[in-house]
């Protein structure tokens, strides 16, 4: 695993041929929860403009992962960063004023607010001004809120949500709330996006949807995304590396071609579903997650 400098974010790959920087590193990263051993020396990094996917079984401490690196949980070992900032250390409010966004496992959205009002609170650490104590004052905060909603409006446009912008998201369909989620996340203008399970339980025409809207959203914000999801064939179509992990160890890493085809991974995850992907289904229709994986899930739940 490259252990190379780390650089400070940058976007877009370079020009000239050569690797881009490493926005996100981690080196020998161990979490335990009491005798759980959730995280066990993993390491790998995000290069700025990359897609990375992060997969495994159930229980494999993906999620666990993505909390280490938005500061919601501390790794007992290894170290983490973003550019300069120690990702170990930092609050969760300096993780994201430093450019990382998250969308959570389950959605965290306030149902009885609308779709701007939920996407504004994604504008949160960008905004300087708070309770206005006096009319100038006041009056930065109210061209600061003209800002964050025009901010926010592109996002939504950008999403196909604007014409949402003011229904309550509780009456929306579970594929629509997903994007305000993500909405809610690229709001705060992030350098590095992570995503858990951004198309679970969405239809194949809402997971096309979204596997687009990702790769326009890299493109067009020049983002590093880290993405976790078990529906395999969207992430062999999305991302440009895989990262699996099994029972908190990384078990393989590489481009998609090169974790189709190992070994390890067929064995501990993909069993021979992507085999038949390959012949059998259209890359955006295949079974997700796979059969084992599947019966991983089911057995813990
Ligand atoms: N707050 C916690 N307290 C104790 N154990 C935890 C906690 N969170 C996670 N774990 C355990 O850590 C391990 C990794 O869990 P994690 O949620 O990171 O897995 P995951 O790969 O995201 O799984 P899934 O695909 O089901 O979302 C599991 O054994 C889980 O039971
Ligand atoms: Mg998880």
């Known amino acids: 695993m490259p252990t190379s400098t780390v650089a400070a974010p940058s976007t877009g790959a370079p020009a000239d041929g050569r690797p881009a920087e490493i926005v996100l590193a981690a080196v020998g990263v161990t979490l335990r929860y009491g005798s759980v051993t959730a995280l066990d020396d993993v390491s790998f990094t995000v290069r700025a403009g990359e897609v990375v996917a992060l997969v495994g079984p159930n229980g494999a401490g993906k999620t666990s992962l993505f909390n280490c690196v938005s500061a919601f949980s ?18 969760k409010h300096a993780v994201a004023r430093a450019g990382i966004g ?11 607010s609308t779709v701007m009002e939920n996407v504004l609170v994604g504008r949160h650490s960008r905004m300087r001004a708070s309770l206005p104590a006096n009319l100038g004052l006041w009056r930065r905060s109210r061209r600061e ?18 014409d949402l912008r003011d229904t309550e998201v509780g009456g929306l369909p579970y594929g629509t709330r997903k994007r305000v989620e993500l909405a809610r996340a690229l709001a705060l203008e992030p350098t590095l996006l992570l995503l858990d399970e951004p198309v679970a339980g969405m239809n194949p025409s809402e997971t096309a949807e979204l596997t687009e809207i990702i790769r326009t959203v890299r493109d067009q914000r020049d983002l590093a995304v880290l993405v976790v999801e078990h529906d395999m064939a969207m992430v062999m179509e999305v991302a440009d590396q895989i990262t699996v992990l099994d029972f908190g160890q990384v078990i393989a890493q590489g481009t998609p071609s090169v974790i ?21 289904t259209p890359p955006d229709t295949g079974p997700a997650p796979t059969a084992d994986a599947a019966a991983r899930r089911t057995e813990e739940a």
């Open 145 to 162: 809120d003209v800002a964050h909603r025009e901010a926010v409006a592109e996002v939504l446009d950008l999403l196909g949500l604007l």
């Open 102 to 112: 998250r969308t959570f496992q389950n959605l965290s959205l306030f149902p009885g």
């Open 260 to 280: 189709r085809n190992d070994e390890r991974v067929r064995e501990a995850y993909l069993g021979n579903s992507l085999a038949r992907d390959e012949t059998d």
């Open 74 to 91: 501390r790794p007992g070992a290894g170290t983490l960063t973003f550019g300069d900032l120690d990702l170990t250390r930092a609050t």
